[in-house]
Each structure stands twice: as C-alpha cells, then as structure tokens.
C-alpha cells in the first residue's frame, strides 16, 4: 500500500507537467464547469416556469396565429395558419432583406470606396462626407427617416406615380409591379436555365485553365452572355411562351393584381444597405490602398488605362484584405434586420419574437427559436465567406 501511495503523485505530477497532457486536463475541467452552469441554469428556468403555472414545450407551433402579415411574397398565409407559419414567413422575409441588403451593399460600398480614391476633388468629398454621415447616425435613424420619405413625400394609391408605360406604380403603400404567371411548360425553361448557368460556369473555369497553361485569351464575357441568353431563349420559343405576366390594376382605393413590394421593405432594405455599405467602403478603400503603388505603375507601363488596371490588378489583390473584414460587415447586416419590428416588417423577429411571443406567452420557446435562426444564418454566411477567401487566397505553383 505504501508503495502504490507514493507512486500515484508521481503519475498525476508527471501528466500535469507534460504540456499536452496539462492542456486536454485544463480543457475537460472547464467544459465540465460549463456544463454544470448550463444544467443549473435549465433546472432554474424549469423550477421558475412551474412556480407560475408554465412548462417548457414546443406545442404552441401548431396553434393558430390569428395575426395578419402583410408581406408574404414566397408562401400563402392567413391568420388561420399556425405559429410555426408565421415563423416561416418571418423567417424568408429576413433572408430577402439580407440576400438584396447585402448585394446593395456590396454594390455600393465598392462605389463609394473607390471614390474616395477618385483624383477627383468634387468626386472624393462627396463619398467622404456620405460615409462620414452615414457612420456616424445610428441605423435605426435611417431606416426610421426612409420610412417617413417613403410614407409622407410618395403620393396617395390613387394618385401613384405611374413608370413604364402603366405597368410600374409607385405610392406610399409600395412599389406595384408585375408578377410573372407559370404556365405548362415554364419548368422546362427554369431547367435550360439552370443548365446555362452550370455551362457559363464550366467554361469560365475551361477558359482560365487553358489561359493559365498557353495564354490564349477567350471572350468569356460575351460568350456566357450568349449562353444565359440564347439557350432559355430557345427554350421560351420552344415551349410557346409558357411565362405571362400579371399586370397591376386600379380599383377603388388599391391595386389588384401584380406583385407589390411595401414601404417597410423598401426603407428597411434601403436603411440597411447604405449604412452597411459606409463601413464596406473604408474597407475597400484600405484593401485598396495596401496594394503596393508599383503594381498600378507597372501596369501603366504596360500601356492598361487606369479602369483595367483597377479591374484586373488592383481590385483581384486587395480582395484578399477586403472579404475577411466584409464577412463581418454581412453578419451585421443581417442581424441589424431584427430592427425591421421598428416599422412594422414582419421578419422572425417581429412574428415569432414578437406577436407569437405576446400571444402563447412562450417567451424562453420563442426567443430560442430565434436565436436558434439568427446563429444558423450567421453560420452559414461565415461559412460561405470563408471558402470564398480560401478560393482567392495567394496559391504558390
């Protein structure tokens, strides 16, 4: 026994001493603490959920909502649908606005970052004092006065502002226009799209290849032009035109017919877009202005004009300092949507961490649900950032 005592300090002493071994210990011992503050935190909330008559479950997706929401472009929805269907369509309204604010922001924010380069006096001031402004004013503030232009300064329904020939409206109740009606046939031509598509991709990719090993140079632009053109337009004449359109009519106080995007759509995409896309243009104009100054002369030299240099130099090397930051400023924009329950944009937070909240009063069921979404969505968006750099990153040959 006296043996066995004095060998077992020694064993413990020599693990804690071995680097790798202290570090897997260090780790065991701090996710046990972790987990037993997550199980008495769950046992709280069950102990505090029965002291006032509540339990913890999930059955209230299944009632009835028995709320209207005025934006559902994807999916049809009552306020006879459940829970769990309000939460659908509050959770695609949140992926349009963060799918669209994050293309306009993209958009706008490489503009306003180059600008800020321009030789151009005139040109250079205008994007610093925009983003200056626009930084420094909470989001909140910006999607709140686009509402109030939107709503106030945009005439009444009956008074809409009519574009392209009676088929585009515009009012304070939204933006009408026509929305397109699938008749037998129009799957045929999605397929032929689809189709054109992974054949634009695959000769992009054909054509990079064979340039990097003989230097040929084929007109990539134009001949995937041709291609998501040409093909579904075969395709339509083929099948007979089978895609019609629905065009928006007046009558009595609102249109029928079309599709119409709302007012709250408009300023939250809008509010959300160029404020993101201030931040995005100091980040481009740093990925910018990292790239060595040789590169631009060198490429003069060669005899390119300053926008293909910008094209094909500058802008494919500062990408690798531009997306990291970008990610971020993805993530933002998407959680930033949650303020869509401002004005009345019926996004996950405002059907299920909102109205469905106040309704069932499942306020740990709802609020997990959402965060369960927003970190799904964060995830991915990461994800998909992270294989995009990897796709741009310097490769040696």
């Not at 970052?113 to 200056?132: A, D, H, P, Q, T």
């Not at 008749?183 to 992009?204: D, N, P, Q, R």
């Not at 306020?363 to 799904?376: A, F, K, N, R, S």
Request: aromatic share 12%; hydrophobic share 50%.
């Amino acid at each position: 026994m006296t043996t066995l005592t004095n060998q077992t300090p020694k064993g413990l002493s020599r693990l804690w001493r071995n680097k790798e071994s202290r570090g897997v210990i260090i780790q065991i011992i701090t996710m046990a603490i972790v987990f037993a503050l997550l199980a008495a935190i769950g046992r709280n909330v069950v102990v505090n959920l029965e002291a006032v008559g509540k339990d913890f479950s999930f059955d209230f997706l299944s009632w009835p909502a028995a709320y209207d929401i005025g934006f559902s472009p994807f999916i049809e929805y009552t306020n006879k649908s459940t829970h769990l269907m309000a939460g659908v369509v509050g959770l695609l309204n949140t992926l349009l606005i963060a799918f669209w604010g994050c293309i306009l922001a993209t958009l706008l924010g490489f503009l306003l970052g180059i600008m800020r380069l321009s030789s151009n006096w005139l040109v250079s001031r205008i994007s610093y004092v925009f983003v200056e402004f626009v930084r420094n004013v909470p989001v909140l503030i910006h999607i709140l006065a686009i509402y109030a232009i939107v709503v106030t300064i945009l005439p009444a329904t009956r008074q809409a502002l009519s574009l392209g020939g009676d088929t585009f409206f515009l009012s304070n109740r939204g933006f009408y226009i026509p929305a397109p009606i699938y008749e037998t046939g129009a799957g045929w031509v999605g397929i032929v799209l689809l189709i054109s598509i992974a054949l634009a991709i695959g000769f992009k990719r054909w054509a990079r290849r064979v340039q990097d090993q003989t230097g040929k140079i084929y007109p990539v632009f134009w001949i995937s032009l041709a291609l998501l053109i040409g093909l579904p337009g075969i395709a339509l004449i083929g099948t007979g035109f089978p895609i019609s359109w629905d065009i928006p009519e007046l009558k009595g106080f609102n249109f029928q017919g079309g599709m119409a995007i709302k007012p709250e759509f408009l300023a939250l995409w809008l509010g959300l877009s160029y404020y993101t896309a201030a931040f995005i243009a100091e980040i481009v104009r740093a990925g910018i202005t990292a790239v060595s100054h040789g590169q631009t002369e060198a490429a003069h030299a060669l005899g390119l004009r300053p926008n293909r240099t910008l094209q094909l130099i500058i802008v494919p090397q500062a990408l690798r300092i531009i997306v990291p930051p970008l990610c971020s400023q993805y993530l933002n924009l998407t959680k930033n949507s949650s303020l869509a329950i401002a004005i009345g944009y019926m996004d996950i937070t405002a059907t299920l961490g909102g109205i469905s909240l106040m309704q069932t009063g499942k306020e740990m069921e709802t609020m997990l649900i959402v965060m369960g979404v927003y970190l799904i969505i964060s995830l991915l968006i990461s994800s998909f950032m992270n294989w995009f750099n990897s796709r741009i990153k310097l490769t040696e040959r």
